[in-house]
């Protein structure tokens, strides 16, 4: 199921947890790693899931808090410039119409603000956004995103020294760790990624209302 577009989000902060998946070789060659910039993807082709679970949050004066949001992602690398992202959302069923209108606003970017600087503009085909039931452990030693009947990443292991790794979607002044995944499945057929690695860290965003700030 299909939900109506975004509406118009002119203000909005949210801070929370992050964790992502994709099919790199650990560590993902994109992350910054020790302050090194990163590179291509492993093999010219990046499938995967990234996933935020908003602790604190609003838009405009919409409360956010706790509602979650997985965005899946593919694009190629192997030509240059890379393809735009094909991407599906997933937002919390849990919410209402309009919060997860706010939520689909933020995080394809079109909000404004931290998301539309970081990586709005590499979204290129917004193949669908689903409300669905989302379950996040973002905190235990075995990370999981489950969006029920859809898509499914489990990993534990750090493969990385704990906050040596950073990446561009939740922003490079945001420290991660890089973990051993051994489950991604989709069963999306509008976007489906296939194996992965991770990264885990916190996140957090805004939008001001001066369209000059963040």
């Known amino acids: 199921m ?22 790199c070789e ?54 240059q410039p890379s393809t735009p992202w094909e991407v599906v959302l997933y937002v919390d069923d849990r919410g209402s119409s309009v919060q997860q209108a706010a939520l689909a606003g933020i995080f394809l970017g079109r909000a404004g603000g931290t998301v539309a600087r970081l990586y709005g503009p590499a979204i290129g085909d917004v193949r669908a956004i689903r409300p669905a039931r989302i379950t996040l452990e973002h905190v235990a030693a075995r990370k999981r995103i489950d969006v029920v009947g859809y898509l ?5 292991g750090d493969a990385s020294e704990p906050g040596d790794v950073r990446c561009g979607i939740p922003g ?20 489906p990624p296939r194996s992965l690695v991770i990264a885990a860290g916190l996140w957090a965003g805004d939008r001001g209302c001066d369209p000059s700030t963040d």
């Open 172 to 191: 490079f002044d945001h420290r991660g760790t890089e973990l051993h995944g051994d489950a991604l499945r989709s069963t999306d057929c509008e976007n």
């Open 26 to 79: 650990a560590i993902c060659p994109c992350r910054s790693v020790g302050g090194r910039p990163g590179g291509p993807s492993s093999y010219g082709e990046c499938f995967g899931a990234v996933s935020w679970h908003i602790r604190q949050g609003h838009a405009d004066d919409l409360d956010l808090s706790d509602l979650r949001a997985v965005l899946s992602i593919r694009y190629l690398d192997r030509v």
């Open 2 to 23: 299909a939900m109506p577009g975004p509406g118009v989000v002119t203000d909005w902060r949210v801070r929370g947890t992050y964790f992502e998946g994709c099919n």
């Open 152 to 156: 499914r990443v489990e990993a534990e």
